[in-house]
Each structure stands twice: as structure tokens, then as C-alpha cells.
């Protein structure tokens, strides 16, 4: 296994047992409770009850992606799902880790944030075939396992004569290297792509934001990012981002770490950023009209937008996969990263699942999905009534509420939600068919194919 390994300080129990030892690994990820039918009793972590596993999965894959840590659910058979991957279903992955003997607990748990740039799209499941009450072994402690494997990485400050572009993903938002890359862009005087798992990297109207891909077919493509004679990869999504659909010249494979002395020396730059590219301008154009639309049902750009602009700040926005997912991954407005989530699988049932985890941590929050509904969204909604936990979730379609006679009558309902801490679901009417507009001009939708 890549990465390099490094000992934390020891747990302070004089006498821990196992379930000392596998509570601290966890903590040491960044998970704070478990979601399961039995509770584990682990130190330090809230233990959620939750009947239904495929239910208790879902919350933990929510918690995690979410972030900054791993989510954590306790499920039948002993298993133990470490995860940051809304979507993932056993089946896709290999077959639990089976844990006999205390001392790999430490490595098989620290595992998970190398399964992916920083825990992005991470998921490991173990079988704890362990007595968690027997004496941890005596020279276990938690491992810590570094993806850069101790390495720093310099560049020299002729590479800005390139005009290389940074390709950009939520492995950057869960490391807390925002303000870095940012300063790695403005040295370099270069463009950056996110992906829509990292929206809000960049204002959107920032000179180095060149806008948001891996949605559509065409997107890598008018962004420059095949042509490009040097891109930056930094804290991909593979989900997102296949290296087949951007990998056009040459590639540096950067770990959200290696941000901080990138570019650290380099001189500020006495040129501008190139303008932008046509991902930026053409969706810009066909894009226009659609905000600015007072039609009802709403236009998709319309009801992004005024998603944004209503939104209270700190209040995070989630959103299914699909229909309402692309629109809110393409066309909401960002200025801040990590304030808005589509998954980068198909899982119905997210957007309710995160709103009702980050309800847990006292947070507000607006979940996004699309008609029909489906049963894992009404089982998130009800475990909600049962727990009076504040939901608000918006569900766009043509069928939805008729109430809405103009755009103002949606931002109404959405506020009043939010002030009233209980369980609400808005429909808000949208026009799906004007999803051509912007297939015209970046191809078929790609993502969670």
C-alpha cells in the first residue's frame, strides 16, 4: 500500500481494550458518531440509532461526505462501513475486511484516507471478528497513513510560461487547502477547473475560474483541459473526473498537501490570467436568459439561482443525483466551497439523508431532489418526524406545487421553511426540457452514468 506511516500519540487508558483502540482510530479519521441498530459503545463517539442497515449506511455515507471526516455505520454481521461514498453498495466493493487478530485493526482503519485524495469517494467495510472487550495489544496505537508519503513537492517558476490549468476537486475542500490553491492559481497566473464536487473553489466570476466539469460529454474539452500542455490534477473524484476524459498531454498528479509550497516562492506574476474558455462564455450565454426567466414552471438556471440567493449563509444546500442534481451542480451560483454537495454516484435518498445529518450537528441546510419520490427519501423524511429533527426538502418536477404562480412565491415557501425548525417538503415547479439549452452546447449528460 502506498503512503507512509506515522505513529499518533498513544491513547491515555493505562489499561484500553480493544474497543479503546478502534474508538481512537476512528476519532483520529475524523468520525464523531456511528449510525447502527446496536451501539458500539465507543469513547468519544455519539452512537446514532438507526433499525434499518441500507438506512444507517446511507446516513453514514451522508456524514462523510459532508466532511471533513469518514461516516461511520455499524451494520449486521459485525461489519463496519468507514465511508465518504454516497452510492456505493457493497457489491462494488471488494469483499469486507475480515479482522481477526487486534493489532491490524490500526492499518485496516487508517486504509480509508488513502482510498481516495483525502478520504474523496472513500469507502472501506471491515468484519470485526475481535473481542472488543479483550486488552488491546500493547504496542497497538492509532496509525496515521500520509498519501504524499512525506514528500513535498516544488516547482520551478519558468512552468507559468506554460499556462498550465489547475483541474480541481473535492479532495481540496476536505483538506483545507482552498486558500492554497487559490494562491497557486493567482502565482501561476492560470485557470482553474473544478469539478462539481468542488464548487465554490473560485467566485464564480473570478478571472481563475474557468468554470465547472465533468457533468457533460464536451465539458473537459471547452474548458482547454485536453489541449492544455500541462494540467495540475489535484484532489480528483475519479467519478467525476476519468482520466479518459481530460488526460490529453501532460499530467501532474498533485496531493491536496503538496499546495502549500507548490508555488511558494514564485514571484507574483506581471501578467494577467488568459481569458476565459468557451466551458466559461458559451454556458454563460445560454445560461442568461434562463436566469433572468420569470416563467412558472421555473426554469432550472432560475430555480439554481434563486436557490442560491435565498439561502441563509452557513446553510449548506444538498442535492440528488439526476435531473435537479445537474442543474444545481451546473448552474448555482458559489462563492463558497463545500456549501453545496451533488454526490458523484447515483443515490437516491442523499439529499434527505445529508439535510437530516446536518440537522444532527445543528446546521441548516436545503435538500434538492426531483419526482417522482422514492422510498429511501420517505424513509430519511420519516426517521426525521420521528426524531424532530428539522428537514426542509425541495422536490422539483413539473407536477409540483401549484401554489407557485411566480418565482417569488417559491422563495416565500423556502423561507418560511427554513424559519419554522420541523419537516417540510416544497414542490417547486421546473421545466426539465430546457436541460437542452445547455446539451446544445456541452453534449450529453455524463455524470453518474
Not at 491513547?11 to 483502540?21: H, I, K, N, Q
Not at 422514492?374 to 424513509?379: I, V
Request: proline share 9%; aromatic share 4%.
Amino acid at each position: 500500500m502506498a503512503g507512509q506511516c506515522e505513529n499518533a500519540p498513544a491513547m491515555p487508558r493505562s489499561t484500553p481494550a480493544v474497543r479503546d483502540l478502534l474508538a481512537a482510530c476512528l476519532r483520529d479519521l475524523g468520525a464523531t458518531r456511528t449510525f447502527g441498530a446496536s451501539a458500539p459503545d465507543l469513547s468519544g463517539l455519539t452512537h446514532v440509532p438507526v433499525a434499518e442497515p441500507s438506512v444507517a449506511a446511507l446516513l453514514a455515507d451522508a456524514d462523510g461526505r459532508i466532511g471533513p471526516g469518514p461516516g461511520v455505520a455499524v451494520l449486521p454481521e459485525h461489519r463496519l462501513r468507514i465511508t465518504a461514498a454516497p452510492g456505493a453498495t457493497t457489491g462494488e466493493l471488494a469483499e469486507p475486511v475480515i479482522v481477526t487478530d487486534a493489532s491490524d485493526l490500526p492499518l485496516a482503519i487508517a486504509r480509508w484516507s488513502v482510498e481516495g485524495a483525502n478520504g474523496v469517494n472513500a469507502v472501506i467495510e471491515l468484519q470485526l471478528d475481535l473481542d472488543l472487550d479483550a486488552p488491546a495489544p500493547v504496542n497497538a496505537s492509532v496509525l496515521r497513513l500520509d498519501p504524499t508519503g512525506g514528500r513535498s513537492m516544488v516547482l520551478d517558476e519558468a512552468l507559468r510560461d506554460v499556462q498550465p490549468i489547475i483541474l480541481a476537486g473535492p479532495g481540496v475542500v476536505r483538506a483545507g487547502k482552498v486558500d492554497a490553491l487559490r494562491e497557486v492559481a493567482a502565482k501561476a497566473a492560470c485557470g482553474v477547473v473544478n469539478t462539481w464536487g468542488a464548487k465554490g473553489l473560485l467566485p464564480w466570476d473570478s478571472p481563475h475560474h474557468y468554470g465547472t466539469a465533468g457533468l457533460q460529454a464536451l465539458d473537459f474539452d471547452l474548458a482547454g483541459v485536453r489541449d492544455a500542455p500541462l494540467v495540475l490534477a489535484v484532489g480528483l473524484d475519479g467519478d467525476e473526473s476519468p482520466p479518459d476524459r481530460w488526460a490529453g498531454g501532460q499530467v501532474l498528479d498533485l496531493e491536496p498537501a503538496h499546495l502549500d509550497l507548490l508555488t511558494a516562492s514564485w514571484t507574483d506574476p506581471a501578467r494577467p490570467v488568459p481569458p476565459y474558455p468557451k466551458l466559461y462564455t458559451e454556458l454563460s450565454t445560454v445560461l442568461a436568459p434562463l436566469y433572468a426567466s420569470d416563467s412558472v414552471p421555473l426554469s432550472p438556471a432560475r430555480a439554481a439561482a434563486d436557490l442560491a440567493a435565498a439561502r441563509p449563509d452557513g446553510t449548506l444546500v444538498v442535492a440528488d443525483p439526476g435531473p435537479a442534481g445537474l442543474w444545481v451542480a451546473r448552474a448555482f451560483p458559489t462563492t463558497e466551497a463545500g456549501s453545496v454537495i451533488v454526490p458523484s454516484r447515483r443515490c437516491r435518498g442523499f439529499a434527505a439523508a445529508a439535510g437530516l445529518v446536518a440537522a444532527l450537528d445543528g446546521r441548516a441546510a436545503i435538500g434538492v431532489t426531483h419526482e417522482p419520490a422514492d422510498q429511501m427519501t420517505d424513509a430519511i423524511f420519516e426517521l426525521a418526524v420521528a426524531w424532530d429533527a428539522a428537514l426542509v426538502l425541495e422536490v422539483w418536477g413539473s407536477e409540483a406545487d401549484s401554489r407557485v404562480t411566480e418565482p417569488s412565491d417559491r422563495i416565500a415557501n423556502l423561507r418560511g421553511a427554513l424559519a419554522a425548525p420541523t419537516q417540510t417538503r416544497l414542490g417547486v415547479p421546473v421545466d426539465f426540457a430546457l436541460t437542452k439549452t445547455i446539451v446544445d452546447v456541452a453534449g450529453e449528460v455524463v455524470a453518474w452514468m
